[in-house]
């Protein structure tokens, strides 16, 4: 598959994204001292799609990203800056 221009670009920073977002997974869940099967229960979910969110293969909704950070016992903070 050929990609151009912007597309790629958009591909790419969803990559960076996804693999930004499965680190803070994996961080806050070791932290946490939680395997991945358990995070996987905890969500209704499988250590298979935890070990696909932390590895950057996968990005989760950002309802599923709460779920995750709330079932590993994080509070999540947004701002915005003006």
């Known amino acids: 598959m050929i990609m151009e221009g912007s597309l790629k670009y958009e591909v ?3 990559q960076a994204d996804a693999v930004y977002t499965g680190q803070i997974v994996e961080d806050a869940r070791k932290k946490a001292h ?3 099967a358990e995070l996987g229960r905890r969500i ?3 250590k ?3 070990s696909r969110i932390e590895n950057g293969k996968t990005e ?3 309802s599923t990203f709460f779920r995750i950070m709330n079932a590993i016992g ?3 903070e947004i701002s915005m800056e003006l």
């Open 34 to 36: 939680i395997t991945q």
């Open 48 to 50: 298979a799609y935890i």
């Open 12 to 14: 790419i920073e969803s």
């Open 60 to 62: 989760p909704k950002v």
């Open 44 to 46: 209704g979910s499988d």
């Open 74 to 76: 994080c509070n999540i």
